[in-house]
């Protein structure tokens, strides 16, 4: 069985410009998560999906970030524009109940 | 914001050794899980405790809840070299088991 499927795996841009992020969770997850990871620290939610519904978006800097998730399956995150701050791994993962899938990630830099 | 705190921030051991980690929290939980993380990896989960549950056994790791303090331990026994990696505990508020907030970490490291 295929796991959670991110891509890029990593991405170097300049401040200002636009960034997006792709994940493919694993067949039949219907809970999708965004999460955020800086360096030496735990992974710290941005929006979680239950099918195509952004339940949780709290943690989610509106102004600058945005996501989808089409037809309940992928899901994009995008950056516009990205800030020096933004500098982080950014983490995919579904579920189905309480255990978590996460997918390896995409390490952003901004220049 | 984080609710876990994990305790020690980093740990150094021989194989062969046993290591223990420890994560507190601040409010009511549905459940605790714990997950390890490879460097430049994805997490992965070791294992889920409800709320309800005190101890709980898989393989080498026996993880305890104690909801009266808000604590929780992980024990990893006979630790081997590939058992490096940062350890989180992640937990999840009562009503909303998929809703996890994760502490910072252990770092663990096994020396051959």
């Known amino acids: 069985e295929a796991g959670v499927v991110q891509s890029p795996r990593y991405k170097i841009i300049e401040k200002k410009q636009p960034v997006a992020f792709w994940c493919n969770p694993i067949?039949?997850?219907?809970?999708l998560y965004w999460y955020l990871q800086n360096l030496g620290q735990g992974p710290e939610l941005l929006i979680r999906?239950?099918?195509?519904?952004?339940?949780?978006d709290s943690q989610l800097p509106k102004d600058r970030f945005s996501a989808e998730r089409l037809k309940g399956v992928d899901s994009t995150l995008k950056i516009q524009p990205a800030e020096l701050g933004d500098s982080a791994v950014y983490l995919c993962?579904?579920?189905?109940?309480?255990?978590?899938?996460f997918g390896p990630g995409t390490r952003l830099t901004v220049l | 914001s984080q609710q876990g705190e994990e305790d020690p921030q980093a740990l150094s051991i021989q194989e062969g050794e046993n290591a223990t980690m420890n994560c507190s929290y601040k409010?009511?939980?549905?459940?605790l899980q714990w997950y390890r993380q490879n460097s430049g990896r994805g997490l992965v989960h070791l294992i889920l405790?409800?709320?309800?549950?005190r101890e709980k056994h898989s393989g080498r790791l026996r993880v305890t809840l104690d909801t009266s303090k808000k604590s929780s331990s992980l024990l990893i026994t006979a630790s081997r070299a590939a058992d490096t990696a940062s350890y989180f505990c992640?937990?999840?508020?009562?009503?909303?088991?998929?809703?996890?907030?994760f502490g910072s970490g252990t770092q663990l490291t096994v020396l051959p």
């Open positions: 405790i409800r709320s309800n549950e």
């Open positions: 992640a937990t999840a508020p009562p009503g909303s088991a998929r809703q996890l907030t």
């Open positions: 999906y239950e099918n195509e519904e952004a339940v949780d």
């Open positions: 409010t009511s939980i549905n459940n």
């Open positions: 067949s039949g997850h219907n809970t």
């Open positions: 993962a579904s579920s189905e109940s309480g255990e978590q899938f």
